[in-house]
DNA sequence: ATCATAATTTCCCGTTCGGGAAATTATTGG
DNA sequence: CCAATAATTTCCCGAACGGGAAATTATGAT
């Protein structure tokens, strides 16, 4: 269970995740439809990098992204 | 337990914790130190939206993300 | 040590973000 | 029904993303 608090903390286990699997920044990106340079600034942990690429990469490595600590009584529409 | 597949789940789950603690698109964007704008596009499921903006929104709220299934044993879609 | 492969940086540069504020469109209330 | 608050869109526009490819620098194997 991986807390993410920072964009670093995601880089970096991004990062330890790929090299589980054997795979190479160029397969990853290939396989998550994003360029090379997409997957070394996500992995060196940079904070602007958009959304989008990273749920595609998570995805590709066979993650998954779970919201926490947010979920409170079921949704009152009247709210 | 909010499992994060696409922008607009996000969005969605960061809206309702949003209302469910009663504060308004401006206070969050306050509290998170964003433009009200990106409150607004990150509800919407915007998936171009910064990363940056996204953790410190999510912590403004009170919550988390975790990063699953990257643990351990490697992931064989064909198992 | 040496060659091969992977990782990262750099380059150019079109695309797009995203801040603030005003305008517009719901929603809710008196 | 009309006023007030919230939500969303629009505007302008500087700043930054991020794609591909080549160059440079690790990392590793034989």
Known sequence: MNQIKTSADLG???RHARKQLG???PQLALAAGVGVRFIVELEAGKPTIRLEGVLRVIQ???????????DGEPYDPAA
């Open 12 to 14: 970096c286990a991004l």
């Open 23 to 25: 795979l190479t920044q």
């Open 60 to 70: 590709a490595l066979g993650g998954g992204l779970t919201l926490t600590g947010l």
